[in-house]
């Protein structure tokens, strides 16, 4: 088991409102139990390496040995880096491609032995977890989080409800797509100094203001780690905020997203 984010002990925890959130990546896959009232893991976050190949009945053992070794028999949420419409896989990205067609709620229903379960996307869980938890807890509104990383993930929520299934990253800018032109990947490929990169994400950033006029934009994905050197260099319309649940956030939006029935 590996720990890396912040954590109240279980003996400290006052609160009775807890879950238990999964969030499922290509390297990894990590879960814990969560105070629902804070947003705070509780004990330990495991963590097991992803099972090669990860395939859906691999990754669903891997998850229902996470909830066994947490001691957890409540409702779980599960992330998925996948687009899902009532509970089946569409994509697989970072994935095994035997998971598109996938009937993941019945899977992971089945895997935990329980049907209070919800399957959502990785972005969408950490959308929710930055807006009732994060960075926009205290915004209303249009919220857009948008992870910059190998591609560009997106969430968006007004007043609280989710949007499910955005792929911003995607939208085409200039015959380019988003992600192609402002991805922190793309940061690293080309040598873009801060300055010049954040042209690239603030013309992003400006297309989809045209569209969804947002009232707060979180930026998501490692590279918010170091936000003091490119946010403030942005010069679009919306206000832009560093994520502050990092690593966390998919766990936490996942058991957000199973104690309140969120499933997509």
Do not use: C
């Not at 009945?57 to 947490?70: G, L, M, P, R, Y």
């Amino acid at each position: 088991m590996t720990q890396d984010t912040p954590t109240m002990s279980a003996k400290s925890v006052q609160s009775s409102n807890l879950g238990f959130g999964v969030d499922v990546g290509g390297s990894g896959i990590k879960g814990a139990v969560v105070d629902l009232d804070t947003g705070e893991l509780v004990g330990e976050r495991i963590k097991i390496l992803t099972p090669q190949p990860s395939t859906p009945d691999s990754v669903a053992a891997t998850v229902a040995e996470i909830a066994e070794q947490a001691g957890w028999s409540g409702p779980v949420g599960v992330t998925l880096p996948s687009v899902l419409m009532g509970g089946v896989v569409r994509t697989a990205a970072n994935i095994d491609s035997s998971w598109i067609g996938t009937d993941a709620h019945e899977l992971f229903t089945e895997a935990l032995g329980r049907q209070d379960v919800s399957i959502l996307n990785d972005a969408d869980a950490a959308g929710i977890a930055e807006d009732r938890f994060g960075a926009a807890k205290d915004t209303d509104g249009v919220i857009i989080l948008l992870t910059f990383g190998t591609g560009i993930g997106s969430a968006v929520l007004h007043n609280g409800v989710l949007l499910p299934n955005t792929e911003f990253g995607h939208m085409e800018i200039g015959g380019r797509e988003a992600e192609h032109i402002a991805a922190s990947s793309v940061k690293d490929k080309l040598g873009l100094s801060y300055k010049q990169w954040a042209k690239e994400v603030s013309r992003v950033l400006e297309h989809f203001e045209a569209l969804l006029w947002p009232d707060l934009f979180i930026a998501g994905g490692g590279i918010s780690r170091k936000h003091h050197k490119w946010i403030p260099l942005l010069n679009n319309r919306t206000p832009v905020v560093p994520a502050e649940l990092r690593n966390a956030a998919g766990i936490v939006g996942a058991a957000y997203a199973a104690k309140t029935g969120v499933t997509p």
